[in-house]
């Protein structure tokens, strides 16, 4: 709100000035006068004319009343005191802002963290509809835009080799696991998201054979229930399977790691959206079953420390990685959001030296996103996933390390490109978790947090997971899975490449110079 | 202990408000009085009885703060009435009447204030630690 008049250098345009603009700080004071009038004006009808009008009186008083409060009782809103009433259009119209922006003003191409282009491509590949299009690209291919290099001897579609990772074969692990596509379902946990949706992940990831990581929402229960295969991930506070002073229960994990289902675990050393932060689980949400399934008490909030109090220093950490492996006797990898180069070139040397590997590394880039985070942190630390990516490889290769162990790769991989592309730089099989919610209805609210979600996915709250049907979005999930796969195998046909381990830089196209791009 | 007492202040409004706005339905001699009086009857009589009954179904609900607001205006309508019109004593009860509306105006202020930032569209503006990203 503006209040015009301001001073033109002609007198042409001032005379244009003021038949233009509406003297809104004017305005607002007439209007507030003549709210304190029309009070009056009621009142004398109500009492020589009709009682009916004391309706109308009654309205004016209590209008009057928070507009006064307004104006002059509170302090926190300067435009409510300075302008009284009339401001609060400006509040109704801001606070439908996100809305009108998404339904009508902004384009295809510009919303965040994802466009519409993006996310229609992701609900078609759930819907099962072709999603060819006409009349070129709509992306800015010159500016930053990573693309495959495609051969000029593509190779048959109509043979697609067998896509297969092992994962526990480096090492010594009694239960090695193969995963049979290159898509995983990334770590959401019960809590971040409502049962309901957990469910319809876990029921997708199993009808398409893919395996689904639970996150660090403690004891998986929703995950189990429905006979996928589960990465359970461990977090910095242990959910599920910590003591009651947040170290590591071995005999919880061992408990843990016999079930059928859980096939792998992840230990979360950092996570892209929030590097250097642990979560915060306030004592309000923290329902009986969800204290019961995490192993926290119920009558405060538990705080997720930044690190594992076991891991320290390198040493420590990797005698940490040990100790998981010998007590879970599955395939155990860390993830992290990668940030200085030098301590991770540490870690690896400290591996070395101790013989102890990770099965895997999942690098999750700062893009990441289904944690909630402090603004801060989301936009200001931790590397990009494709400048994370290469260097961990190289760090990788450089220590002797690149046969020991493998690399997931985590942030935005929700389209087939750039899957591939992280492929290239190295990452065995890539993991997706908003692609995952995008196929489950995800309209990209912006609510994760706030325990609002529209489509009843980042909700505990039934009315709004009634409309959320288990089956029908599972169909969905396991269509968008295996659209991706079939995407993949036809992008790499035409890159001439007859299976994932072949690619490498020199298979895709990183516009910018330092070998970066999105 | 707060929520508690919103708890006796809304039940007891409810209490009040939901017979009232009954009889007023149902045309009881006296309601039909004090109508008349008004020159409001028969259609402000049934107007007013069902805006008391969403009233007080509404302060029973969990959106009590717009059944207190429904409330406070029905109040304060008749307390214009009992100012401009009526006068302390309507039909020889001895007040009671002005009695009643007192403790509902009282009651269902109290709950309003206490709910304020619970109200639809102006809630936020209402509280004195500021709405989410508001100037």
């Given at each position: 709100m503006t209040s015009g008049g301001a001073a033109s250098p002609s007198s042409t345009f001032r005379n244009l000035e003021t038949r233009l603009t509406v003297n809104l700080d004017r305005v607002s004071r007439t209007a507030?006068?003549?709210?304190?009038?029309?009070?009056?004006?009621?009142?004398?009808?109500?009492?020589?004319?009709?009682?009916?009008?004391?309706?109308?009186?009654?309205?004016?008083?209590?209008?009057?009343?928070?507009?006064?409060?307004?104006?002059?009782?509170?302090?926190?809103?300067?435009?409510?005191?300075?302008?009284?009433?009339?401001?609060?259009?400006?509040?109704?119209?801001?606070?439908?802002?996100?809305?009108?922006?998404?339904?009508?003003?902004?384009?295809?191409?510009?919303?965040?963290?994802?466009?519409?282009?993006?996310?229609?491509?992701?609900?078609?590949?759930?819907?099962?509809?072709?999603?060819?299009?006409?009349?070129?690209?709509?992306?800015?291919l010159d500016s930053s835009f990573a693309t495959l290099r495609h051969s000029f001897f593509p190779a048959e579609t109509s043979t697609p080799s067998a896509f297969e990772v092992s994962f526990g074969g480096q090492q010594d692990c009694p239960h090695p696991y193969t995963a049979r596509h290159p898509v995983f379902i990334s770590a959401m946990s019960y809590g971040s998201l409502g049962w309901k949706a957990v469910r319809a992940l876990a029921r997708g990831a199993r009808k398409a054979g893919i395996p689904m990581n639970t996150g660090e929402g403690g004891h998986p229960k929703h995950h189990l229930a429905e006979g996928a295969d589960l990465i359970f991930q461990m977090g910095t506070a242990k959910f599920g399977v910590r003591t009651a002073d947040g170290q590591l229960d071995d005999d919880l994990l061992q408990a843990l790691s016999a079930h059928d289902q859980v096939k792998m675990v992840e230990i979360k050393l950092s996570q892209g959206a929030k590097p250097g932060k642990g979560g915060l689980l306030p004592k309000e949400k923290i329902s009986e079953e969800i204290a019961e399934l995490r192993g926290v008490p119920r009558d405060r909030d538990v705080v997720s420390p930044a690190f594992h109090p076991e891991c320290v220093d390198p040493a420590s950490t990797v005698a940490f990685i040990r100790r998981v492996q010998e007590v879970s006797g599955l395939p155990v990898g860390i993830k992290f959001c990668l940030g200085r180069d030098s301590e991770l070139q540490q870690l690896v040397r400290e591996m070395r030296s101790q013989d102890v590997f990770p099965d895997w590394i999942t690098v999750d880039g700062a893009e990441g996103g289904t944690g909630a985070a402090p603004l801060s942190f989301m936009d200001g630390v931790g590397l990009p996933l494709f400048q994370a990516l290469p260097t961990v490889q190289k760090i990788l290769a450089e220590e002797g390390a690149t046969g020991r162990t493998r690399i997931l790769a985590s942030g935005k991989l929700i389209d087939a490109r750039r899957q591939l592309v992280a492929m290239a730089m190295g990452a065995s099989a890539t993991y997706t978790a908003r692609g995952f919610m995008l196929a489950l209805?995800?309209?990209?609210?912006?609510?994760?947090?706030?325990?609002?979600?529209?489509?009843?996915?980042?909700?505990?709250?039934?009315?709004?997971?009634?409309?959320?049907?288990?089956?029908?979005?599972?169909?969905?999930?396991?269509?968008?899975?295996?659209?991706?796969?079939?995407?993949?195998?036809?992008?790499?046909?035409?890159?001439?490449?007859?299976?994932?381990?072949?690619?490498?830089?020199?298979?895709?196209?990183?516009?910018?110079?330092?070998?970066?791009?999105? | 202990m707060k929520t508690l007492g919103l708890w006796v202040l809304r039940i007891l409004a409810a209490a009040i408000l939901l017979p009232v706005g009954y009889q007023k339905l149902m045309g009881d001699e006296m309601s039909i009085m004090l109508f008349d009086t008004l020159g409001m009857e028969p259609h402000g009589r049934v107007i007013i009885g069902v805006v008391e009954i969403i009233a007080a179904l509404l302060l029973l609900s969990p959106l009590a703060a717009s059944g207190a607001l429904l409330a406070v205006g029905v109040m304060l309508g008749a307390i214009i009435a009992h100012v401009t019109v009526l006068g302390v004593e309507v039909g020889g009860d001895g007040g009671r009447l002005l009695v009643m509306l007192s403790i509902v105006f009282a009651s269902t202020t109290t709950v309003l204030v206490a709910l304020r930032r619970e109200l639809p569209v102006i809630g936020s503006t209402l509280d004195r630690q500021g709405g989410e990203g508001l100037p």
């Open positions: 507030n006068v003549a709210l304190v009038l029309a009070l009056g004006a009621s009142f004398l009808m109500g009492h020589y004319v009709s009682f009916y009008f004391h309706f109308l009186t009654v309205s004016l008083l209590l209008l009057n009343a928070v507009n006064f409060y307004w104006r002059h009782l509170q302090a926190r809103h300067t435009l409510l005191a300075n302008y009284g009433f009339l401001a609060q259009v400006r509040y109704l119209l801001e606070s439908i802002g996100p809305e009108l922006r998404q339904y009508l003003f902004a384009n295809d191409s510009e919303e965040r963290p994802f466009s519409r282009t993006e996310r229609a491509e992701v609900y078609r590949k759930a819907k099962g509809i072709d999603s060819s299009g006409a009349f070129g690209t709509q992306r800015d209805g995800c309209i990209q609210a912006l609510q994760c947090n706030q325990n609002t979600c529209p489509v009843g996915i980042t909700t505990h709250d039934p009315a709004l997971q009634r409309g959320l049907d288990i089956e029908e979005k599972s169909e969905r999930v396991a269509r968008y899975a295996r659209a991706l796969c079939r995407e993949q195998g036809e992008l790499l046909a035409a890159m001439g490449v007859r299976s994932r381990p072949e690619l490498d830089l020199s298979t895709v196209h990183l516009p910018t110079l330092d070998g970066v791009g999105s | -």
